[in-house]
């Protein structure tokens, strides 16, 4: 019997369009002799579907057309115990479930997806699933929490200074006054806990600062400010696996249109003539990248610390930045769902798309089995020890009789 696997994608983060292409590349990956790939859109409105028709990625161009054509459901568990997909609204008569789901495959890049809040869902439900768990990917989507984590365990993270949207609004001469006693110029404004190089800007000055961090701003309420490297080489690794044995990729180093790495670069190919449905492929790239071996090592053994010391498991891919003036690596960030799963990171060393897959799936199936041995609840009844007066909130005071 095969595995059925539902591959969630989509959702309402500004990298919506980047899911849904990783997800339908995955889905094509699979081994349709082992799984079943079962897809589950999430769309702009938290709306969830699936249907065939989503397999078809000409179709998102009228999607207004795909989703009355697709099937609307919600995610609940049968009288059995399975997790299954419920026609919404659930008809008075006839089948309700259209699918059933032996283990979740997210690939919802950003915010509501990558950050936890869906693996908290499965988590509920009792549902197996690929890539890290509420924990690693809550810390590995908040560029401020991450870094302090691998400042603490010793790796080598960029100065910085973070505030809040509010803080900004309240103090911004004050934060200014720090960045440029701390970091100087010029300085990355980032927003702290989305991907794709969105709302990312550089500023040499007060006011181009003032200006990145509005734009931040308006895609977060937390922002991190960093400070830059002038002769910098950006490169990324990829690392699978989980708390027991990792393995790292080769490395790519990406090339850029401009000073800092930016949606387009990543996805266009750093132009509109790419073929944009290739998502993080068309990157224009150089693999393996262009490091001597003792860089080389240097940062796959980064990339595997950076991914244990999170907790992580599945495939996450790791950006650095080299400081190529001081012949120094840093950690720039990790991307806990990456565009797509960096899988043109593993072909070069023999593993390909399917095999990725298929060892991501593994992966999951593992992780459940070993929580299944663990103990959540405690066989108790609290409230058979307790009065009726000690659950109104405290022990009746004596009054005399009148």
Known sequence: ??????????????????????????????????????PVYISKDRNWYTGEELLDIEAYKDLKQLLQNAQKVSITKSDNGNVILQKDPVPKFGKRSVAEIDVAFPIVHGTFGEDGVLQGLFELYDLPYVGCDVMSSAAGMDKVMMKQILRDSKLPVLDYVWFHSSHWTDDSEDIITMIEERLGFPVIVKPANLGSSVGINKA??????EEAVEEAMSFASKILVEYMVQDMKEVNCSVLGDYEEVEAS????????????????????GGKGADAAKGMESTDR?????LDDKSTTEVQELAKDTFQILGCSGVSRIDFLIDQTENKVYVNEINTIPGSLSFYLWDPAGKNYT???HQLIQLALKRKRERDKLTFSIDSNLFSLQSAEGVKGGSKSNKPNA
């Open 1 to 38: 019997m095969k595995t059925r696997v539902g591959v969630v994608f989509g959702g309402v983060s500004v990298e919506h369009e980047v899911s849904v292409i990783s997800a339908l590349q995955a889905i094509k990956a699979m081994d349709d002799n082992q799984y079943e790939a079962v």
């Open 204 to 209: 040499q000055t007060r006011e181009e600062l």
């Open 250 to 269: 080769v490395i790519e180093e990406v090339l850029k249109s401009e000073e800092i790495l930016s949606y387009q670069d990543k996805y266009q190919g």
């Open 286 to 290: 150089v693999i393996p990248a262009p």
């Open 355 to 357: 095999q990725l897959t």
